[in-house]
């Protein structure tokens, strides 16, 4: 994926081909609201059928007069005292048109009471952070459980630019010394809020509740290091993942239609926070 920080920009884009989006990851007041027409011309040069931001609610009226929709929120999303947007438009009838029938699953998920996380890991998994000499561990097993994925997680470069560079935590679930489970946090210092994202379960090891245990030691980690609001962009097909987070406290606040590209199709994504 290409990254963009333009000179005459202060925010960080992202843009990309396969996605065939632009997506605004943060955005810095200085460039508002002249940013709202530069995704509009980068959108129609590179032909992408959607635009994607992320941006504090304040700024949603200029948005919204320019053809966005808000499909998801996220309270207390910047350092606990600012609320965040997550504002789409799209330039394809048939890129809005929701996956009806996935939607409906989800919605039956929903109308399930959560259930309650009392159970302990087994004895012969274990669990710790990841560090440098992991990621072609790491590298492994995303290519085991993905196909493709919007972030280059395949490149052993690109997972030690995370940890060293961008703050992301990566936590790993063992069984006999093989590593068989991953969830990472993509934390935000400046804001106080991290994405709880790229969980990967080796097929071998589903139904282990693995995914579960790594989301509650993120979960003690940052809440010790002063982070306030933790969120997740979690893929609307997968009933399991989304389960996880509703099991686990967390709020669903919308869907993305249509949003990322995943295993080798465009998928709607959904946003739950807490």
């Not at 994926?1 to 943060?26: C, G, P, T, W």
């Not at 249509?258 to 295993?263: A, K, M």
């Amino acid at each position: 994926m290409k990254q963009l920080e333009m000179k005459q920009f202060k925010s960080l884009i992202s843009h990309d081909e396969a996605n065939s989006r632009v997506y605004i990851m943060d955005m810095h007041h200085d460039d508002f609201p002249e940013i709202i027409s530069y995704i509009e011309e980068l959108v129609r040069e590179k032909e992408y059928t959607k635009a994607f931001v992320k941006v504090k609610t304040k700024y949603s009226p200029s948005f919204i007069m320019n053809g966005y929709v808000i499909e998801a929120t996220v309270p207390l999303f910047y350092n606990g005292e600012e609320d965040a947007c997550f504002l789409v438009k799209y330039y394809s009838e048939q890129r809005k048109e929701v996956e009806k029938e996935a939607l409906d699953a989800f919605q039956q998920m929903l109308l399930e009471a959560p259930k309650s996380n009392t159970a302990s890991i087994d004895k012969e998994y274990s669990l710790r952070p990841l560090v440098e000499t992991d990621t072609p561990l790491m590298v492994a097993l995303f290519k085991k459980v993905f196909d493709s994925y919007p972030f280059p997680i395949f490149d052993t470069a690109f997972l030690i630019k995370s940890m060293k560079e961008d703050g992301t935590q990566y936590y790993g679930a063992f069984h006999n010394k093989e590593l068989v489970a991953i969830s990472s946090a993509e934390c935000n210092s400046t804001y106080k809020n991290a994405e709880m994202t790229d969980f990967a379960v080796n097929p071998v090891h589903r139904g282990k509740r693995l995914a579960t245990f790594l989301l509650q030691l993120m979960e003690e980690e940052l809440t010790q290091m002063g982070y306030k609001t933790l969120y997740t962009i979690a893929r609307l097909h997968s009933l399991s993942m989304n389960k996880t987070f509703y099991n686990m406290g967390y709020k669903y606040s919308g869907t993305l239609t249509r949003n990322t590209q995943i295993s080798g199709k465009i998928e709607s994504m959904n946003v739950w926070y807490k």
